[in-house]
């Protein structure tokens, strides 16, 4: 099992406190299933690489692959993406691997989703977004 630093887990604290209480809670449920299954935890501990994001930023990510290098990662300009508002109205996972190096499997995102959205059916997942781009990494809560 992988388990934090403690300033690894501060971290992991002070992201899920500036989410919504709603969205943490199912983030929470989910992780304890995760790390509750032998399988599951050992292949990687889910972490939240970002809840809260500046508009500013939001703008500095919405640039890259367009004037900017680097693939497109977002289609949100700042200010429209749930991660803009605080409280988070959204939150981005990867997983620690057993190495310290940090993931974003598809496939253990897909897993971890199932458990998520079974916490909490208000909880959508980026990787059902309709349409071509998924979001995998990316967790939120509508209005
Ligand atoms: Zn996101």
Redesign the pocket.
Known sequence: MVTLSEAQAKRQAGRLAKAVPVLAAAYGHALARWQGDPVLSRAGRPIVT?SY?SPERQEELYAQGRSKPGPVV?YKRGGE???NVLPAR???VAFLLPGGSVSWSGLLLSKFARLVKAADARVRW?GDFPGEFK?R????VLN
């Not at 990494?137 to 939120?140: A, I, K, R, S, V």
Request: glycine share 6%.
């Open positions: 970002e994001r977002t993406s749930k991660h959204a939150l981005d980026g979001d990494p990316h967790f939120e």
